[in-house]
């Protein structure tokens, strides 16, 4: 169980990563104040998401739903990575440059509050699944990761330019929720 947890957060928080790389490649950072709302807006989330799951819990089999759940989640990740989903939300994953709105090169506040909900999305859905399958260790583990995920792909992008890591990051992500969906099924 430890490793599934483990896997599936590190699955969920490889967008932030890749949304860091891109962030420390164009020299773009967040002040104290963004990375403070990002940080509650997605434990906000994350503890949103597991009501959800403990309600869901009483309603479906846990360990399918979870599973279907993951699962979907990593195919909107991968259509999204291959342009041929487009789900408004996921687009400052895909794009995270769009996430500068004022382009300062500095995620202020309300700028963080949407990268949050962006980076955050697909991390409800499986916190969800993850829940109604008894993992309630799952959406704190999240929200433990995403910050760190986030810091180190910053300080990466400003160390290297891995051209097309964002995608390579996405595609990663996806398939391994993918995986861990089906996994969860059989």
């Keep these: 169980m430890g490793a599934y947890i483990f896997l599936t957060a590190a699955a969920l928080s490889l967008d932030s990563f890749a949304v860091g790389v891109a962030y420390g490649v164009r020299k773009i950072s967040f002040s104290r104040g963004g990375m403070f709302v990002f940080m509650i807006t997605g434990l906000c989330l994350s503890l949103l998401s597991c009501a959800a799951g403990k ?3 009483g309603l479906i089999k846990g360990g399918i739903a979870g599973g279907v759940i993951l699962t979907v989640t990593g195919m909107a990740m991968l259509l999204q990575q291959f ?4 789900i408004p939300l996921l687009r400052l994953i895909s794009s995270p440059e769009k996430g500068d709105v004022d382009k300062n090169r500095k995620i202020d ?9 962006a980076l955050s999305s697909d ?3 499986a916190c969800i699944g993850g829940v109604a399958g008894g ?3 799952l959406p704190l583990t999240v ?14 992008g400003r160390k290297f330019s891995p051209e097309g890591s964002e995608k390579i990051c996405g ?9 861990l969906g089906l996994g969860n099924i059989v």
Excluded: H, R, Y
Excluded at 83 to 86: A, S
Excluded at 143 to 152: G, R, S, W
Excluded at 171 to 179: D, F, K, P, S
């Design 143 to 156: 929200f433990l990761f995403q910050p760190v995920f986030l810091n180190t792909g910053i300080a990466s």
């Design 83 to 86: 342009g041929l989903g487009d």
């Design 171 to 179: 595609i990663a992500a996806g398939l391994l929720l993918v995986a």
């Design 109 to 117: 506040t309300k700028e963080a509050f949407f990268m949050a909900l």
């Design 123 to 125: 991390s409800c859905a």
């Design 55 to 57: 309600a869901a819990s």
């Design 135 to 137: 993992n309630i260790l």
